[in-house]
Every structure is written in structure tokens, then in C-alpha cells.
């Protein structure tokens, strides 16, 4: 992997997405909190293990991206896992959709990171793999692996 830039502080990651989608062209979405949503992100606690994007009357929005409540927030705790709106630009916004009603696209959530005191999601359009297509990744890796290892051992 590559080193995180300066001031981004990668919060959660969805690992799975590369290995189930093949991911097209990514965008950077900021995401609508409420305060303790922000302070429980700031301890480091979300997961996009399930969750994915879908547009809703020329908006979209993040489903089952989970926050779990903060300790100490009582009333003002929201659901885990309820809708979250995101913020891109209109015309990002149009390709985003426009790109989910072709067949066979989704909108992916790949990680949710903070940049200069920001919330923010990078999402993908992806389409999802077939079987022989991650053994055919998972081939490929395997095979770097050797490569590296066989590399390190020559020299």
C-alpha cells in the first residue's frame, strides 16, 4: 500500500470492495453527521463491511455504513446504521446515477477518512466480478507474491 498523504487519517476501510467489485473510477463524497456520529468516527469506530451507496430524488446516500453510538452521548445518539446523505457536486452527483442505472453497476464505498478535519467517503462505481474473474485475481497475487519472494532471495 501506499503511504496515507499528510492530514488524511484513514478511519475505516472496506477491504472486500476490490475483491468483489471491479472498481471503474473513484470520487471523494463528503458525508452529513451529527456530532456524536463525529466524535465516535474520531475514536476510530465504523464499519463499511455492508454498506453501499443509492441515489434518492437527484441525492445520494450511504446505507448500512455502521457508527456505533458514543459512549457518552446519550440522547443525542442517532441509529447505528440509518441514511447518510452525500455531498459531491451536481454533475458528479449525475454521473453517480447515471452510471447506477446502467446494468450491472452499484456504488461502492472503498474507505472513510478524515482530510483537514472532514468527514469524508471515497466511493466507486463498481461492477460486480464473476467467480473465475477473483481466481484470476487471486492467481495473479499469488503469483507477485513469488515473484517478490524469489527476488528478495536473489539478492
Same mark, same amino acid.
Request: aromatic share 8%; no cysteine.
Given at each position: ?14 477491504? /472486500?470492495?476490490?475483491?468483489?467489485? @471491479?472498481? @471503474? ?8 453527521? +451529527? ?5 465516535? #468516527?474520531?475514536?476510530?469506530?465504523? +464499519? ?34 440509518? $441514511? ?5 457536486? $451536481? ?18 464505498? #472503498? +474507505? ?26 487471486? /492467481? /495473479? *497475487? ?5 515473484? *517478490? *519472494?524469489?527476488?528478495?532471495?536473489? +539478492?
Amino acid at each position: 500500500m501506499s503511504p496515507q498523504p499528510e492530514g488524511i487519517k484513514v478511519i475505516a476501510q472496506n477491504r /472486500k470492495a476490490r475483491h468483489l467489485y @471491479e472498481i @471503474e473510477e473513484t470520487f471523494e463524497a463528503g458525508i452529513v453527521l +451529527s456530532g456524536t456520529e463525529v466524535k465516535s #468516527l474520531r475514536m476510530g469506530r465504523a +464499519s463499511l463491511a455492508e454498506s453501499y451507496a443509492q441515489p434518492s430524488a437527484n441525492e445520494l446516500f450511504l446505507l448500512n455504513f455502521h457508527i456505533p453510538p458514543y459512549e457518552k452521548g446519550n440522547i443525542y445518539n442517532v441509529e447505528p446504521t440509518r $441514511r447518510r446523505k452525500l455531498l459531491l457536486h $451536481r454533475r458528479e452527483i449525475e454521473k453517480l446515477i447515471g452510471a447506477v442505472t446502467r446494468k450491472g453497476y452499484t456504488l461502492v464505498p #472503498l +474507505s472513510v477518512y478524515f482530510k483537514k478535519g472532514r468527514a469524508k467517503v471515497e466511493i466507486a462505481i463498481g461492477r460486480g466480478k464473476k467467480e473465475h474473474d477473483k481466481r484470476e485475481d487471486i /492467481k /495473479k *497475487r499469488d503469483q507477485e507474491r513469488e515473484m *517478490r *519472494r524469489d527476488f528478495r532471495r536473489s +539478492s
